[in-house]
């Protein structure tokens, strides 16, 4: 959901990063910039400066998941048949 007024601070830094991946247009909508997109990012690198946060574009801001904590990898220990159990 869109916010009404436009947000600033931690609260922009966080709806900018959960939109990021949908791109400037979108991210600057959800967080209450509508089309104004020069706003949104002076505003963006004034929040990501006072968290002493170095992001120069938006898609700086996504993350990717730390690979130690793939949970979708190792070693699958089970019954080969439900009789096995």
């Given at each position: 959901?869109?916010?009404?007024?436009?947000?600033?601070?931690?609260?922009?830094?966080?709806c900018?990063k959960a939109?990021?991946?949908?791109?400037?247009?979108?991210?600057?909508l959800?967080?209450g910039?509508?089309?104004d997109?020069?706003?949104?990012?002076?505003?963006?690198?004034d929040?990501?400066?006072?968290?002493?946060?170095?992001?120069s574009?938006?898609?700086?801001?996504?993350t990717?998941?730390?690979?130690?904590?793939?949970?979708?990898?190792?070693?699958?220990?089970?019954?080969?048949?439900?009789?096995?159990?």
């Amino acid at each position: 959901m869109a916010s009404p007024t436009p947000l600033k601070g931690t609260d922009l830094v966080d709806c900018a990063k959960a939109n990021a991946k949908q791109g400037i247009e979108t991210a600057a909508l959800q967080c209450g910039y509508g089309d104004d997109l020069n706003k949104f990012r002076q505003e963006l690198s004034d929040a990501c400066s006072e968290m002493n946060l170095q992001v120069s574009e938006l898609n700086e801001l996504i993350t990717t998941p730390d690979a130690r904590l793939n949970i979708n990898t190792g070693e699958v220990v089970a019954p080969d048949t439900p009789a096995d159990l």
